[in-house]
C-alpha cells in the first residue's frame, strides 16, 4: 500500500520546477492538508516552489518558510515535505542542503517526507512518476490520478514551466506571486 500520494498539482509544479531550471539543481516544499484521515497516508496537495539559484540555508531560506507557514495557516494547510532534483542527471541522493533543511522542517513541524526527482525518469512523454521519497519503498510512492504523469508531459510539451514562480524570481520581482494561483488554476485544467 501506498505511503504518499501525490495530487496533480503537487506532481506537476515539482516536474515544472525542474523543467524550468534543467540546469540547475532546484529545491521546495510539500504541503499536505492540516487534518487528513487516519490513514497513514500522507497526501501532498500543493508544491511551492523555493529556489534554484542557491539551495543553502540562508536568510532567504528562513524568510520563504515563515512566509509559507503564514500561507498554510490561512489555508488549513501544513508542511509535511521536502523536494530536491539535483543538477546531475544520475544523482537522486540527499545532499547536506536537503538533509539540514528537512531537519529544520521536521522540528518545527514533525514528520517531513523527503522527496527526490529522479531526473533520469523525466521525457516529454512520461509515463512513470518522477519522484522518489527516500527512505521507503518505491511501491509506497502514488499518484492521485492515473493521469498526473500525462498532465505533467503535457505541461512540459506546452512550456508552460515558463509561468512558475519559485523565491528567486519572487525576490528578483516582488509582485511575481509565489503561490503560483494561476499556474494551479491550469493544472486543474490540463486534461
Known amino acids: 500500500m501506498s505511503e504518499v500520494l501525490f495530487s496533480m498539482r503537487a506532481y506537476c509544479k515539482v516536474i515544472m520546477h525542474t523543467a524550468k531550471y534543467p540546469h540547475e539543481s532546484v529545491n521546495g516544499i510539500l504541503v499536505s492538508k492540516k487534518d487528513q484521515d487516519s490513514s497513514n497516508v500522507i497526501h501532498f496537495v500543493d508544491a511551492i516552489p523555493l529556489f534554484h539559484l ?89 499518484l492521485e490520478s492515473d493521469d498526473t504523469c500525462l498532465a505533467a508531459a503535457c505541461l512540459v510539451q506546452n512550456r508552460s514551466y515558463r509561468q512558475l514562480v519559485d523565491f528567486d524570481n519572487h525576490l528578483d520581482d516582488v509582485t511575481a506571486d509565489w503561490r503560483n494561483l494561476e499556474l494551479n488554476e491550469l493544472i486543474d485544467t490540463v486534461l
Open 54 to 142: 542557491s539551495l543553502g540555508l540562508s536568510p532567504m531560506s528562513e524568510v520563504a518558510l515563515e512566509q509559507i507557514e503564514s500561507y498554510c495557516t490561512g489555508e488549513d494547510l501544513k508542511i509535511a515535505g521536502y523536494y530536491q532534483a539535483n543538477e546531475h542527471y544520475k544523482n537522486t541522493n540527499p545532499n547536506f542542503v536537503a538533509n539540514r533543511i528537512c531537519e529544520k522542517i521536521a522540528e518545527r513541524f514533525g514528520q517531513v517526507y523527503l522527496a527526490m526527482v529522479d531526473n533520469r525518469r523525466l521525457s516529454l512523454d512520461m509515463t512513470s512518476p518522477a519522484i522518489v521519497i527516500k527512505n521507503r519503498d518505491k511501491s509506497s510512492v502514488a
